[in-house]
């Protein structure tokens, strides 16, 4: 195998491991269920998108084939990961979860209130 | 160096998954639970698409597109279940 395709999976695959890990700190430390939501599902996402880029290079270098569920996998956690998001996110403001106290506007109590 | 590297991969995607672990045992609320919960599924996938480099197999890339699937399913019933206290709703509307 090339060594500039070895680099090449080497930097996806760190990409990938630093935004899965800042992701992990931002859900460990940020205030309210709405901004560990905003780092759960962007970074984490963007994350395993790099290692799976990674792990598509990586066995297209070694064997030659373009693995077709990597790709599917890919494009699926791409589609779907934000989905997720924005759903558990509005079911916890119907549930009732409240804003930390830094926020400082609430736009859908406003205009429930009108 | 890629043995390396990889191994960096997964002992950094194992301890971003250990980290997820103390949101969903202290998150004072349920969704806070159910976000990290998936974030966790997500990282599994990654953590499989390393071990499949490793052991240098195609065999676990079907498991990827599996965790990826599941942890979605999982996420939606669950917030449909928060927001409307049911799963699948039963009553006929005509």
Known sequence: MNVVIEWIIA????????????????VLRLPDVYTRNHAASKSTTLGVLCTLLGT????YTSDGVIQSRVLLGILFIFITSPVAGHLISRAAYETGVDLSNYSVRDDIARDKKK | MLDIVLKIGLIGCSLSSAILLIRVIKGPSVPDRVVSLDAMGINLAAITALASMIYHTTAFLDAILLFGILSFIGTVAFSKFLEK??????ERRH
Do not use: K, Q, Y
């Open chain 1, 11 to 26: 930097i996806f695959v760190l990409l990938g491991t630093f935004l899965s890990l800042v992701s992990a700190f931002g």
């Open chain 1, 56 to 59: 598509l290079i990586f066995f």
């Open chain 2, 85 to 90: 206290g049911e799963i699948i709703e039963n």
